[in-house]
């Protein structure tokens, strides 16, 4: 068992893409790290560097302890899980399984006590006798995370594992996975781009946008004090509304002012950051903070926004519903929507609220929302940092 650190690792590719610029992120022995990113972002790149099956432009890999920066992948004691399963066609399970330790001249007492470990664990024992061709999706998968726990590495690096499962499997897998690693504890670095795999499997996760690593914490850290309004944005579904307004202290009570509402901010939620009073700032407010006013326990705070529910959306445990203010038509169906002058920029004057399933919210529908403003985060317009 091992911690991997990276210090200042950069990847740029035939000096034209910097695909991750330096980077330092630290994965505690037998945690399981989540790397997560938009498509591109550069989460590839890294795992394929800690492999070493990409060369590092600048910085180091460590793994237990060692310095593996330059050593040859089948040297660095890690196991890697592709997203296409990477199996040998012509091979049956079982030799699928024991391929990796043959090669390293393991025993062969050994290698059948861990195949057949691995094996029961996995629930493929039935299967040992098949070719990849006889095999499901989601059986495939089992065969290439057996293929790197019979190896008992230092690490795990799987690369989108799942993504190529039906949604059902994916969710029963996610479980199963963090499961098997928990009881295994092996150090894992997991990636994928889907956030709801990030926050329910991670012990901590890493957000990477454009080759940049942007925050490092557990799932509750990022999903309430995101560092920027683009790790706002990223976790969580429906996205956190992020919405231009204006902050104002001057007259005692802060105050900010979304779309020609004002909403009273509470003194804590106040940035001490410096900046103009009143300055623009970005709003940040998730869709289960805002609440239809008719059945709110929030305190009346005066903390309301009034507008159209233009469309309605059913998740089943609760309803997503997307509100427009100011709109004029009572019938978007028809007639489009018109918004108002307040709030006709970029996303503004749209909010998205989850209620829960009793609400009896139609499209077409004006209503009115508390907001908890216990839970407003501000970023700053220009940088996007969240203002602290
Ligand atoms: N072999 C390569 N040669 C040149 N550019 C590459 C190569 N592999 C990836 N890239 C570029 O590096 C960036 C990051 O890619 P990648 O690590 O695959 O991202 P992700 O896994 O997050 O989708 C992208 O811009 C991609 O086009
Ligand atoms: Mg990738």
């Given at each position: 068992m091992a911690g991997i650190t990276l210090e200042q690792l950069a990847k740029r590719y035939d000096d034209a893409?910097?695909?991750?610029?330096?980077l330092d992120l630290s994965v505690e022995d037998g945690e399981l790290m989540v790397l997560i990113g938009p498509s591109g972002s550069g989460k590839t790149t890294v795992l394929r560097m800690i492999a070493g099956l990409e060369e590092a432009t600048g910085g180091s890999i460590r793994i237990g302890g060692r310095d593996?920066?330059?050593?040859?992948p089948r040297d660095r004691d890690i196991a890697m899980v592709f997203q296409n399963y990477g199996?040998?066609?012509?091979?049956k399970v079982r030799d699928n399984l024991s391929f990796g330790l043959r090669v390293r001249h393991v025993e062969r007492q050994v290698i059948e006590e861990r195949v057949a470990e691995a094996a029961r664990m996995l629930g493929i024992v039935p299967l040992l006798?098949?070719?990849?061709?006889?095999?499901s999706g989601g059986e495939r998968q089992r065969v290439a995370m057996g293929r790197a726990i019979v190896r008992e590495p230092a690490a795990f690096l799987m690369d989108e594992?799942?993504?190529?499962?039906?949604a059902k499997l994916r969710i029963q897998m996610r479980n199963d996975l963090v499961s098997l690693q928990r009881r295994l504890g092996t150090t894992t670095v997991y990636v994928t781009h889907d956030q709801i795999e990030a926050m329910t499997m991670g012990d901590r996760v890493a957000v990477l946008d454009h080759g940049v690593l942007q925050q490092v914490g557990t799932p509750r850290d990022l999903y309430d004090s995101p560092c920027n309004a683009f790790v706002a944005g990223f976790l969580g579904y429906p996205s956190m509304n992020l919405l231009p307004g204006t902050l104002s202290t001057s007259s005692g009570v802060p105050t900010v002012t979304i779309c020609g509402f004002e909403l009273s901010v509470p003194m804590d939620r106040?940035?001490?950051?410096?900046?103009?009073?009143?300055r623009a700032v970005v709003v940040g407010l998730r869709p289960e903070a805002c609440e239809e006013a008719r059945s709110?326990?929030?305190?009346?705070?005066?903390?309301r926004l009034s507008g159209l529910a233009h469309r309605v959306e059913t998740l089943g445990a609760d309803v997503v519903v997307h509100l427009r203010f100011?709109?004029?038509?009572?019938?978007p169906g028809t007639t489009p929507p018109m918004v108002d002058?307040?709030?006709?920029?970029?996303?503004?004057?749209e909010l998205v609220a989850r209620f829960d399933r009793r609400t009896s919210t139609r499209e077409g529908d004006r209503l009115d929302v508390v907001i908890d403003t216990d839970r407003l985060i501000f970023f700053d317009?220009?940088?996007?940092d969240a203002l602290r």
């Open positions: 893409v910097q695909a991750v610029f330096p593996v920066t330059t050593t040859a199996l040998y066609p012509h091979l006798d098949r070719r990849p061709r006889q095999l594992p799942l993504s190529n499962l039906d106040v940035p001490v950051e410096a900046g103009g009073d009143p709110t326990r929030l305190a009346p705070t005066g903390a100011g709109c004029t038509s009572p019938d002058e307040v709030g006709t920029e970029g996303t503004a004057g317009p220009g940088t996007g």
